[in-house]
């Protein structure tokens, strides 16, 4: 290709931020990075923003690299033949190459009355919301945080610490990532906190209520807060656009990360289905899967074949309130083994870990092509390994539906 070639990167996260600063590499490449915020969002951080003791928010000049265009906006459709997308308030922007890098947030919930009576939080604007809420809440007020995933079990950590009263609704097990022995690290410290797990099969919430949770086994937990964290979904603007999704939404690519209807779109983070096997949803993956697409369309503009995805490094950070925490190792499976570091070590490496990723952004701004974590080596054979088994499953699975 001849000439200044237009990149487009909807999406300003972890993984949209990583893309668009790995692409300046080349004098010949614009970026324009297409967000609705003018700030960016430190994720990991949104359950201390509703504890109090952080806002989770980055400036983009301390993160975006001096040579990528900023534009405050939406997406709302994306035009794939006439290479170009529709903003809401710009209009129409035209590419070359597009990274879709959308990242996720909450799922819509199916519990009767969550919609109305619960608090998300897996956006920025939720986190905001639920702040205020607690602001004007006396401490003494019974609160329900349901879910008992990373986010559900750092925010009712966060809460106890504080003094409230906090009762966490697991919907099955606690921390159903975490290793038996991790589990019971943070059963541990949640009840230090002076948390109420509820678990089991009888911790399913049936409905919610403004001042109740109601329960499968038929009891009631008074709440006056209550906080949702169950499941995470994606824009539906890769569908809305006539892209192919898998059931979740999610742009489906090859394991180049290229979307399976356009050599011209390039998925990365939450919003990517590679090979219809997506990795967890999370910034562990969201990070190296940004740097991974951007070496994809930086491969097809040097007239190269672009690598196949890999990770090799998997693992699950959970803070618990402000002095502990848990470092979950896990397999190239991204199956959690039975090591872990908890306690005040736990709490140093997670924030660590948080304050590494912001780094990690402002590393690759300043020199990029600087990343490496994606090329960390032994993770291809896993990877293949992991999708031939899916394949030989789906003809399995088939035939006992039919």
């Not at 906090?166 to 019971?184: D, M």
């Not at 807060?225 to 192919?244: C, E, I, K, Q, Y």
């Not at 899967?289 to 690598?307: C, H, I, M």
Request: glycine share 10%.
């Amino acid at each position: 290709m001849t000439g200044n070639t237009q990149v487009a990167v909807i999406g300003g996260g972890y993984a949209g931020v990583m893309a668009a600063n790995r692409l300046t590499q080349r004098d010949d490449v614009t970026v324009t990075l297409i967000n609705p915020r003018p700030d960016f969002v430190h994720r990991v951080r949104l359950h201390q923003l509703v504890g109090g003791s952080d806002d989770a928010i980055v400036a983009y000049q301390d993160v975006l690299a001096e040579g990528v265009r900023l534009v405050i906006d939406t997406v709302t459709r994306i035009n794939a033949a006439e290479r170009s997308v529709t903003m809401a308030a710009d209009g129409p922007l035209d590419y070359d190459y597009l990274i879709y890098a959308v990242g996720s947030g909450s799922a819509e919930p199916g519990v009767p009355g969550a919609a109305e009576f619960a608090y998300p939080i897996a956006t920025l604007e939720e986190a905001q919301r639920l702040r205020s809420v607690l602001d004007a809440t006396p401490a003494t007020a019974p609160m329900t945080v349901v879910g008992a995933g990373p986010t559900g079990i750092e925010t009712a950590a966060e809460l106890a610490e504080q003094g409230r009263r906090v009762t966490l609704v697991c919907g099955g097990v606690l921390g159903p990532y975490l290793h038996t022995r991790g589990r019971r690290s943070v059963a541990k410290r949640l009840a230090e906190l002076g948390v109420t797990v509820i678990d089991g099969s009888g911790a399913k919430v049936t409905a919610v209520t403004r001042e109740a949770v109601r329960l499968a086994d038929g009891s009631e937990l008074p709440s006056e807060v209550t906080v949702w964290t169950v499941g995470f979904g994606v824009p539906d603007l890769a569908a809305r656009s006539g892209l192919s999704t898998d059931a979740v939404g999610r742009l489906l690519t090859d394991e180049t990360l290229t979307s399976v209807d356009d050599t011209r779109i390039v998925a990365a983070g939450d919003s990517a289905a590679p090979s219809g096997l997506p990795l967890r949803m999370s910034c562990l993956n969201a990070t190296p899967l940004g740097a991974r697409a951007a070496d994809t369309v930086l491969s097809r503009l040097a007239g190269e074949q672009p690598e196949n995805l890999h990770q090799s490094m998997y693992a699950q950070c959970i803070s618990l309130g402000r002095s502990a925490g848990i470092y979950q190792f896990a397999n190239r499976s991204d199956v959690a083994v039975w090591l872990h570091i908890d306690a005040g070590l736990g709490a140093r490496i997670k924030e660590f870990v948080c304050k590494s990723i912001p780094k990690h952004l402002s590393g690759e701004a300043h020199k990029p092509g600087s990343f490496s974590l994606h090329r960390m080596p032994g993770g291809v054979a896993k990877r293949q390994q992991l999708l031939r088994a899916d394949r030989a499953e789906a003809p399995a699975a088939a035939g006992r539906a039919a």
